[in-house]
């Protein structure tokens, strides 16, 4: 398998386009006549230019309005073929993509789309050039890759050969078994696109909507998989367009593009009819059994509201590290450790964010495996010195560069708090609050990553997607998803902002970057932690009352429910498996907030309270009258 992209998945100028995508990792390119017309240097320029970046053109495209032409439309369109072969002569470049016919004038008739196409054949051959017929899932006549095929097959030519397209074929439904029974020598390229599942206009959908394999809704690795069975096993080119990835950063696009590609061969490989698609081995998806830990990075003068905040949550001091200024609190399975070291990343991080979340550390089976796949998958390594006899723990850069640590219990890594830490303890000895574990930690970024890092989870850790939902906040709408794995040991809910005034954007300007903005642990008991919390001082974000009245009459509650609820600014929820319960911190330093929740099989996270919530929030942040932008 070799890796491929159209040029007109990214954004930027050709040149731009070329470095990130040869930075990314690809074999290849597929040229987009716009981008070469865009581009002042003669063919020969730009093929040089791609040579250059040890990159090889793997198509020049689109050909469009070929086939089933009547005269005087027949005569000039091979007159036109014949100027894009020299264009391609000139480029270096042997293949060309003949996209179905959708004018209005062209005629139907697989034999006469056929005999066109042998002439077509006859005359590359005499360049040695080829063709490949891709079927639009729009085209007038053809939009079906099994016509297609089936005029390929009669034109009977060896310059000229089948495109697939799994998004053209993924969109109609059309059964990829089909796909199975094509000669491997007949496909002359793959092209793959995912989508989101939107019931809307195929021609526009795919224009604007498409993303990478792995990122939307359709089964691109079955598609993939269909493909391998033929025993083709060459370049897979990604072909996207997408509003957003035009204008995003043409590093980011390229890179998440390439570890799409790799994802997919990882999961291909391990099917059994694919063999023959060659794909470097990596070790699984990292089963990830909870969150060992969370690291504030903070200044001097945070230490104590935040060790604060965490007594009254009824965390108690019980290590502090060797030879670093970190401190471990500690309540059930949850760990959070407060650094105020004044060099190496943790400060280098409060440098540039403020007190902040900026690492997380993963329970996982064996960490190692976890960090080769990372790294095959494109995540950035990290690491940085230890001392002589203190744990190296692997990690690797994850949302807005914080880190993603990777512990075992197989390695040195299980004894890390025995071997770097000793016992401490401190004067405060608050009420326990029956905090058990972390349930979910919550990540805001800006809206157009929110693919970069849902692929990143998906493709390096056994997680799922669940479908993205509209949060409402009062200045506008924040998007929502949810990374989570089928044990509930690791959730992970990603916020995406779009405009500075929702919360989570204001969260994402204030601290320059996207991060951790909440937290949230898992009680059995909801009041009984409500009254520790109480004991110990802790001050709960205050809900309107107004909200006790409409969730008592939406959920039909008893009303001696609802005043406990009141009494504890309690928030409520359910669902078809369970109950929820929540109660969230106020917040600290620039909307940063602790949350509590109890979960009776319930699989969501509230999102129906989230208004509230972010209302009561905002009102911490901004006293009344001031504005919010
Ligand atoms: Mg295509
Ligand atoms: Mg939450």
């Not at 470095?19 to 320029?45: C, M």
């Not at 993509?97 to 004038?105: D, G, K, Y």
Request: proline residues 5%; negative net charge.
């Amino acid at each position: 398998m070799k890796t491929s992209i159209a040029t007109v998945s990214i954004s930027g100028e050709l040149p731009e386009k070329l470095e990130a995508i040869a930075k990314a990792g690809f074999d290849g390119v597929e040229i987009f006549e716009n981008d070469f017309l865009a581009f002042d240097g003669s063919p020969r320029d730009v093929g040089r230019m791609v040579r250059d970046y040890g990159l090889e053109i793997t198509l020049f495209q689109p050909f469009r309005d070929f086939e089933g032409m009547p005269e005087p439309h027949r005569s000039r369109t091979f007159d036109r073929a014949e100027r894009k072969f020299d264009i391609m002569q000139e480029l270096g470049t042997d293949l060309v993509l003949v996209c179905s016919n959708v004018s209005p004038v062209s005629l139907g008739g697989i034999d006469r789309a056929a005999a066109d196409f042998h002439e077509l054949g006859e005359r590359a051959a005499k360049r040695g050039l080829k063709v490949g017929y891709e079927a639009l899932a729009w085209g007038r006549h053809i939009f079906d890759h099994r016509d297609a095929w089936e005029i390929v097959r009669r034109a009977d030519h060896p310059n000229i050969g089948l495109i697939l397209d799994s998004f053209h074929t993924l969109a109609r439904k059309i059964d990829i078994g089909s796909i199975r029974s094509v000669p491997k020598d007949k496909i002359f390229i793959v092209q793959l696109a995912d989508a989101p599942l939107i019931d809307m206009d195929l021609l526009y959908w795919s224009r604007h909507f498409r993303n990478m394999p792995g990122e939307g809704d359709l089964p691109v690795a079955d598609f993939v998989a269909a493909v391998a069975a033929t025993g083709y096993d060459g370049y897979l080119s990604l072909e996207i367009f997408n509003d957003q990835f035009r204008g995003g950063s043409p590093k980011a696009i390229a890179a998440d593009g390439h570890r799409s590609l790799v994802y997919l061969g990882d999961q291909v490989r391990r099917r059994p009819d694919a063999a023959s698609l060659t794909v470097p081995s990596m070790p699984d998806r990292a089963a990830v059994a909870g969150v060992a830990f969370i690291e504030f990075s903070v200044g001097k003068a945070d230490v104590e509201p935040l060790s604060a905040m965490l007594y009254s949550l009824g965390f108690r001091k019980t290590a502090t590290h060797k030879t670093k200024n970190v401190s471990v609190y500690q309540q059930g399975e949850v760990r959070i450790l407060i650094n105020r070291e004044e060099v190496g990343f943790a400060s280098n991080a409060y440098a540039v964010h403020g007190a902040s979340a900026y690492a997380m550390a993963l329970q996982v089976e064996d960490a190692a495996a976890a960090m080769a796949r990372a790294v095959a998958l494109g995540a950035a390594p990290f690491s940085q010195p230890v001392g002589p006899d203190e744990v190296e723990v692997p990690a690797i850069r994850g949302v807005g560069g914080a880190l993603i640590y990777l512990l075992d219990a197989k390695t040195d890594l299980g004894r890390i708090w025995d071997i770097d830490f000793t016992p401490a303890q401190d004067e405060v000895t608050p009420e326990p609050a029956h905090l058990l574990a972390v349930d979910h930690v919550a990540q805001t970024v800006a809206y157009e990553e929110m693919l970069t890092w849902l692929l990143f989870y998906t493709a390096i850790f056994e997680t799922e997607k669940s479908p993205m939902v509209d949060i409402i906040d009062p200045s506008g709408v924040v998007r929502s998803q949810v990374i989570q794995n089928g044990e509930g040991t690791l959730r992970i809910t990603m916020n995406g902002a779009e405009n500075r005034r929702t919360l989570a954007g204001h969260f994402i300007a204030e601290t320059f970057g996207s991060g951790i903005q909440h937290i949230a642990f898992r009680t059995e008991d909801i009041f009984a932690t409500a009254a520790a919390l109480r004991a110990n001082g802790f001050k709960a974000l205050p809900i309107s009352p107004n909200y006790y009245g409409d969730v008592e009459a939406r959920f039909g509650l008893d009303p001696e429910l609802t005043e406990r609820l009141k009494a504890g600014n309690i928030l409520y929820d359910r669902d078809e498996q369970g109950e929820y319960f929540q109660l969230y911190s106020g917040t600290y330093g620039e909307g940063f907030f602790f949350e509590i929740v109890q979960r009776s099989g319930y699989r969501g996270y509230g999102a129906a309270n989230a208004i509230f919530r972010i209302a009561a929030l905002k009102k911490q942040i901004r006293p009344e009258g001031m504005p919010v932008a």
